[in-house]
């Protein structure tokens, strides 16, 4: 069992930014692959980033990318999502989660965290 714990997020003007963290309660829990999603009410979860355990590969959604980051820090295993040149469509509940391969999903969750992004 892997419990993760957002933070990060709060209200934000068009423009600015915010970094999320992401904490992991177990030592070896940051040796999973690790994504952030996000979601709004009445919508469907959506993917924004995912980073492998080992930090050297990132992938993206078209939709932030070149203005998010998502990176790893082992040593304080916490995961972190900065994210630059907010708009106001990237309003909505962050998710954290780690990717378990023996069941090929992404099975453990945080209880999200909210950014609100004014206009």
């Known amino acids: 069992q892997v419990d993760l714990v957002e933070s990060g997020g709060g209200l934000a003007q068009a423009g600015a930014s915010l970094r999320l963290s992401c904490v992991a309660s177990r030592r070896t829990s940051m040796h999973y692959d690790m994504g952030w999603f996000r979601q709004n009410p009445g919508e469907a979860r959506e993917f924004v980033a995912r980073i492998s355990k080992d930090g050297a590969n990132m992938e993206y959604a078209d939709s932030v990318k070149g203005r998010f980051t998502i990176s790893i820090d082992h040593a304080k295993e916490t995961m972190y999502l900065s994210m630059n040149n907010l708009r106001p469509e990237d309003t909505a509940v962050y998710y954290c989660?780690?990717?378990?391969?023996?069941?090929?999903?992404?099975?453990?969750w945080g209880p999200g965290t909210q950014v609100t992004v004014s206009s």
């Open positions: 989660a780690a990717w378990v391969p023996a069941r090929r999903e992404y099975d453990y």
